[in-house]
């Protein structure tokens, strides 16, 4: 309530106080603290998620990389809520779903199935990057469909997600692929506040704000589950040679 009225959406925004001549404050915070992760394990912790001799360390740094892009633009948006600054976060965030789908088929692709590793990766590189493509193209040509949005990337959130519960099973003599189910179900269960919404608390945080909170400490997760995965395949190969 504010002076005793409901609080109300505009075009399907919430009303909030400006801090700093920032639009939403705690969500342009969080926004940043997503991309901690990202930057701390790209600089100090690289050699062991994406070690030298593992074929996956160039698409793992390439993610890195991409997850510090979309949460720039996440700040940007957040802080200036523009034309562009609402497609770049948007589509940011798209594409950061997408490479962690890619991830996943190429990890199921590789370890499970034996696939050519350049096969593997040009092929879902074609499926995933048309896909993206197409959908950034559907868009920008008509109304910005929010609806559409969610819905295309709640898709590619089920993909990447059956792919790792595909993976986990065929790995599960592998304690640490626990990680990566307990990872997908904190995640969706996080997810939950960019479905049920709610009006902002004291007109500065709302279930989307909540929603960037609980990612900074799963963006850390996950990066412990990618460590130890590369580990075990790092000594799997040795055990073959």
Not at 46 to 60: G, I, K
Not at 160 to 189: D, E, G, N, P
Request: hydrophobic share 50%.
């Amino acid at each position: 309530m504010l002076y005793g009225r409901p609080i109300v959406q505009y075009y399907g925004k919430w009303p909030f106080i400006r801090v700093l001549g920032v639009q939403e404050f705690f969500s342009t915070v969080f926004s940043m603290g997503n991309a901690a992760p990202h930057i701390y394990y790209l600089l100090y912790r690289r050699h062991q998620y994406a070690p030298s001799n593992y074929m996956l360390s160039p698409v793992l740094i390439g993610s890195s990389i991409n997850g510090i892009n979309t949460w720039w633009w996440s700040t940007v948006f957040h802080a200036r809520d523009t034309w562009w600054t609402e497609r770049l976060d948007y589509h940011g965030a798209t594409l950061l779903l997408v490479a962690y789908a890619w991830i996943a088929v190429l990890r199921l692709y590789i370890s499970v199935f034996k696939v050519n590793y350049y096969h593997a990766s040009m092929a879902a590189l074609i499926v995933f990057g048309v896909s993206f493509c197409h959908h950034v193209y559907l868009m920008n040509t008509s109304v910005f469909d929010y609806g559409y949005n969610m819905k295309y990337n709640a898709f590619i959130f089920v993909v990447q997600l059956s792919t790792w519960f595909m993976y986990a099973y065929h790995r599960r003599h592998c304690k640490h692929v626990l990680k990566v189910i307990k990872f997908q179900m904190m995640l969706s269960l996080a997810a939950t506040f960019e479905i049920f919404d709610f009006p902002p608390f004291f007109l500065l945080i709302d279930a989307h704000a909540v929603w960037h909170l609980l990612t900074i400490f799963l963006g850390f997760y996950w990066y412990s589950f990618l460590e130890d995965d590369a580990a075990s395949i790092v000594v799997e190969s040795k055990r073959i040679v």
